[in-house]
Nanobody, 124 residues
Framework: EVQLVESGGGLVQAGGSLRLSCAAS????????IGWFRQAPGKEREGVSCISSSDGSTTYADSVKGRFTISSDNAKTTVYLQMNSLKPEDTAVYYC?????????????????WGQGTQVTVSS
């Protein structure tokens, strides 16, 4: 069974950086996409970024372009989200998720497996 475990969240001041990790296990198929999503209190879950296992292609939400970078390790079992120049509006629970295709975007409904989330709080 696929399991996704996020880590790396925490409290940081505006302008600071954090790196989130998503460790995937039980992945027995060749092609998939791993995405990062976030959900702030009272808001819907939104896509942040994703990366395809087939060619490493990436997608970013406009709100994080130029500040966040998604990457994976060589084994493609861990996906990272480097978050720089953090803003208070980045405060949310961040989730990683896996979609059973290599062409997924940052649309929530495309994803099949989800982690439990990690809290990111950016103070002003």
């Amino acid at each position: 069974e696929v399991q996704l475990v996020e880590s790396g969240g925490g409290l940081v001041q505006a302008g600071g950086s954090l790196r989130l990790s998503c460790a995937a296990s039980g992945v027995t198929f060749d092609g998939y996409t791993i995405g990062w999503f976030r959900q702030a209190p009272g808001k819907e879950r939104e896509g942040v970024s994703c990366i395809s296992s087939s060619d490493g292609s990436t997608t970013y939400a406009d709100s994080v372009k130029g500040r966040f970078t998604i990457s994976s390790d060589n084994a493609k079992t861990t996906v990272y989200l480097q978050m720089n120049s953090l803003k208070p509006e980045d405060t949310a629970v961040y989730y990683c998720a896996l979609a059973l295709n290599t062409m997924a975007t940052t649309w929530v409904d495309e994803y099949d497996y989800w982690g439990q989330g990690t809290q990111v709080t950016v103070s002003s």
